[in-house]
């Protein structure tokens, strides 16, 4: 097979959202540069990139894949990301190491929120980006009206190089502005009869010829002067601005195709070979010590493993791009991130399930080698004397969890090893084992993304699982002072056990004077500080101790252990067994036993001294509350604000957009678990968002009153 040099090599992503069509445009290119001889479909099941048995049960992408062609001599790596929101962590890791995204749009429904999602990704990650308008085809299309609501949402960046003679089921011929041609189809698709413009397309076409040279220009002074001084630019003066106009994200070029009938695919490709950036026309990337690293071959050997995964009849398989130096089949390599030796006996460039073994794969090439050593997602391998380690993948937080849990207990072990390498094959599932709630959580983009994690589990690992709701952080706190006394006394024969522990609390917040004087009914405290501890709490808040013993009525030696017994009660509260926070304790008084004292006595005192006092000192119960923000289309506005309050939830503002409406709510995580399930319902999948915590707020009583009913109840089944 051909070794494609660095300046060959054009890496891209294939994003856009659900429906889009993006597996059928890949069939289509793949088909037109010879990789396959037949066409599959997502009916069948016989796509190159749905090969999975997960997509195929639920007919829907899951997992970008990577395939590769070669058009008029140059070598285009592309990877196929889902549509789907819940699996938009894809797109981030396509998007980090490719070049160019070319975001496919559904051309009956126009810019959805997927496709606003996916552009926001784009320009965080300052990509060079493509629109392919798909399904041109299709009945409801109105091409001018798309391109106007395409600028209104990006600007007018967005630059036609074609546009249909007509579109819906007649749709067959088109107008290339950029050749200043007309191609035209037979009902197969396929190679395209290519001829003069028609006299009744002339006006449109040089209009639309003359933006896309003016687009062109802009991006170099030269040709700017060129076009002004000779009122034209030659084919591939234009191509150069169009390049340079995409690696600075001021144009965005617009292609129209009909992936199904594969009409148009083939122009597509090849404006992609000849105009998208190569990889070494990009800015470099930086290491995580901040070195800039360009794809150069005669450079250090250094490779970043982007992706993993355990595939059928292979085992595992671990993807990477060559991000310096030139990899050859048997280089021996370190893992820099985990440490040992890697050899790789074979590399190969993959379409799918394809592999076709390599001899070499020069800078900013992408490819793959199956059952490395100890390899996982996101590490880095060096050749010796190299010190390169990349970390630019940046992913969404998540936005659904569940508790997970095997259905016969002796499989907990087992469990977690597999959620380690499901984790390993796509970092967007988190699995966290909680040591507050006490239960094994899974953290995924929406509920589809976790539905597919079971099914690969029970299916593919054949461990029956079950998602049960996780619980709820809560918070306890006190909001006003309160005292208590606890004796522990116990005589069992020999030593026995005793401590006395008297003590105030109260709620803490910053900069609060010191303790001074107390008053509870007709007693008077006054308190004399001897030391002080300040706490900080791992779940947040904190735990203030003050010793006002006086007298010697409890030895300094016991305090320690009183503090403890103090945390006992901070790490399970006394309402409804979650943490404790905000809190100040003065220790003032006590009694102790010359024989009987010992730490455990002070300890049990301590808790016990605490539990009561913090119950008599008016407790709430604190709720983590999200900031959640919800991208909807106009018509959906009214329904997901009615149900967001429906969930106690606070709106705090909205803002429109080009018919796509913002919405910032307040709500508490309780509120939440369904939300990703219910928001799909409310606007038939259309909608988006995301949330991050905000803050611990008190709950409302009603609530309150049924968290300490319910934790009752389980104390007495305890």
Sequence with gaps: MKIYKTDEIKNIALIGSKGSGKTTLAESMLFESGVIKRRGTIEAGNTVTDYFPVEKEYGYSVFSTVFNTEFNGKKLNVIDCPGADDFIGNTYTALGVCDTGVIVVNSEYGVEVGTQNIYRVTDKLKKPIIFCLNHMDGEKVDYDALIEQM?????????????????????????????????????????????????????????????????????????????????????????????????DRSIYPVFIVSAIKDMGVRRMLEFLGNVCPFVNDMPPVKTTAGVDVKPDSNGPLSVFIFKTSVEPHIGEVSYFKVMSGTLKAGDDLENVTRGGKERLAQIFTVSGQIRNAVDQLDAGDIGAAVKLKDVRTGNTLDAKGCDYQFDFIKYPAPRYIRAIKPVSESDSEKLMGILTRMHEEDPTWLVEQSKELKQTLVKGQG????????????????????????????????????????????????????????????????????????????????????????????????????????????????????????????EQGPLTGSYARDV????????????????ISFRLAGRNAFSQAFKAANPKILEPVYDVEVLTPGDTMGDVMKDLTGRRGVIMGTESESGIEKLNAKVPLKEMSSYSTSLSSITGGRSSFSMQFASYELVPGDVQEKLLKEYAETQEED
Aim: proline share 6%.
């Design 584 to 599: 100040r304790v003065m220790i003032y008084d006590g009694k102790m036993h010359p024989v009987d004292s010992n730490e």
């Design 447 to 570: 509920e589809f993304h976790l539905r597919t994690l079971k099914w690969r589990i029970e299916n593919n690992d054949k461990l029956p699982i079950e998602f049960i709701e996780p619980k709820i952080p809560y918070r306890e706190t006190i909001t006003k002072a309160a005292r208590a006394d606890y004796r522990h006394k116990k005589q069992s024969g020999g030593s026995g056990q005793f401590g006395e522990v008297h003590l105030i609390i109260e709620p803490y917040t910053e900069g609060m004077p010191e303790p001074d004087a107390y008053k509870f009914g007709s007693q008077e405290f006054k308190l004399n500080v001897r030391d002080k501890q300040e706490i900080p709490l791992d779940w947040g808040g904190k735990l203030v101790v003050y010793n006002c013993i006086v007298g010697g009525a409890i030895d300094a030696r016991f305090i320690p252990a009183i503090v403890k017994g103090l945390m006992d009660r901070m």
């Design 151 to 247: 600028k209104e949402h990006f600007g007018n960046k967005v630059v036609p190089v074609q546009y249909p003679i007509e579109t819906g089921p007649n749709f067959h011929a088109m107008i290339d502005v950029l050749l200043m041609k007309k191609y035209e189809w037979g009902p197969d698709g396929g190679v395209p009869t290519v001829s003069d413009i028609p006299a009744d397309q002339m006006d449109k076409a040089n209009e639309l010829h003359n933006a896309l040279v003016e687009a062109a220009a802009e991006n170099d002074e030269s040709l700017m002067d060129k076009y002004f001084e000779e009122g034209h630019l030659s084919e591939d003066e234009m191509r150069d601005g169009i390049r340079k106009g995409l690696i």
